[in-house]
């Protein structure tokens, strides 16, 4: 007999952990002890995630901003520019190396992981200028792949969909490429979605756009260009992802196109479900983005 559910009991377990949180929307009164707390959350994972990886983490300054460099051990095949999430409002580069050590570590990559201003003291474009100008640094070493997660998945596709140079790869995990929070998983699954709700979107989404229209494609990437010469994309998502029908919606728009795309959708797990480290799912995620990257950074 089974319960009906693919979730491992580690994700049956967590769900029913989370399900006692409340979740806090982000104002400017609040956000600094709101970065502080997911901070203070996340900071032993990524520690684990150091320690398990192997990689060495540098702090360094390129194209201007502030950046890790993560290297794994052994022969170093490419380089990809990674961009962390948090809405535009919080986290850092050194929280999302539970996710990019792993990832740098399973591609043999190097990874450069962009320490971008947050809103709202700094309000769209302040990110993805410097995403673009870490990139353009980049470039000149040779070609750059792509990833990043939720509003770093966002950057990565506006540095995609900016770029001219030939780009290996894109790994977007449960990017959040449309600020018009259109699509009816952010409906659906506001409940459902443990780690995200709708008000949080709304909310980070106004502090980083500003005045801006949140539908430019360079703020909702979702809304640009995609073309049949465009680099091949890789996308994971979760049926209670409060951005699933972005997720989905932008393969579509990928494969209607043309551009070679690739998407992984996880039953019952939510929003970046990869930064859970007990998680199996969360395991073969990252090993499946970490061969997708391989296989084209050494094509």
Not at 144 to 168: F, H, W
Not at 233 to 258: F, H, N, P
Request: hydrophobic share 45%; glycine share 10%.
């Amino acid at each position: 007999m089974t319960d009906g559910s693919y979730m491992s009991a580690e994700a049956r377990s967590l769900l029913a952990e989370f399900a006692r949180a409340e979740r806090e929307v982000a104002t400017r009164e609040n956000i600094g002890r709101l970065r502080a707390e997911t901070r203070s959350a996340y900071m032993p994972r990524a520690d684990r995630a150091l320690a398990q990886s192997g990689v060495q983490v540098d702090e360094v300054s390129i194209g201007g901003q502030a950046c890790l460099d993560i290297r794994p051990q052994g022969d170093v095949h490419g380089t990809v520019l990674y961009c962390y999430g948090g809405g535009y409002i919080s986290g850092s580069a050194s929280e999302d190396l539970i996710v990019s050590a792993v990832l740098a570590a399973g591609a043999g990559a190097r990874f450069v992981a962009v320490e971008y201003p947050l809103a709202p003291e700094h309000p769209w474009p302040a990110a993805n200028d410097a995403a673009w100008a870490v990139y353009e640094a980049l470039l000149a070493e040779g070609p750059v792949a792509l990833a990043g997660e939720s509003a770093g998945g966002n950057l990565a596709l506006t540095v995609m969909q900016r770029a001219v140079a030939k780009i290996p790869a894109v790994l977007l995990l449960s990017p959040w490429c449309d600020l018009t929070h259109g699509g009816d998983s952010v409906e659906a699954n506001d409940a459902r979605d443990p780690s995200l709700g709708r008000a949080q979107l709304q909310a980070a989404a106004g502090l980083y756009a500003g005045q801006a229209d949140a539908g430019l494609p360079a703020i909702s990437p979702l809304y640009g260009a995609f073309s049949a010469d465009g680099p091949p994309v890789m996308i994971t998502t979760g049926t209670r992802d409060i951005l699933l029908s972005q997720c989905t919606e932008l393969a579509r728009r990928m494969a209607a196109a043309g551009q070679a795309v690739r998407l992984d959708v996880y039953d019952g797990l939510w929003h970046v479900f990869e930064f859970y480290d007990e998680l199996p799912e969360a395991a073969a995620s990252l090993q499946a983005g970490a061969a997708f990257l391989k296989m084209h950074l050494r094509d």
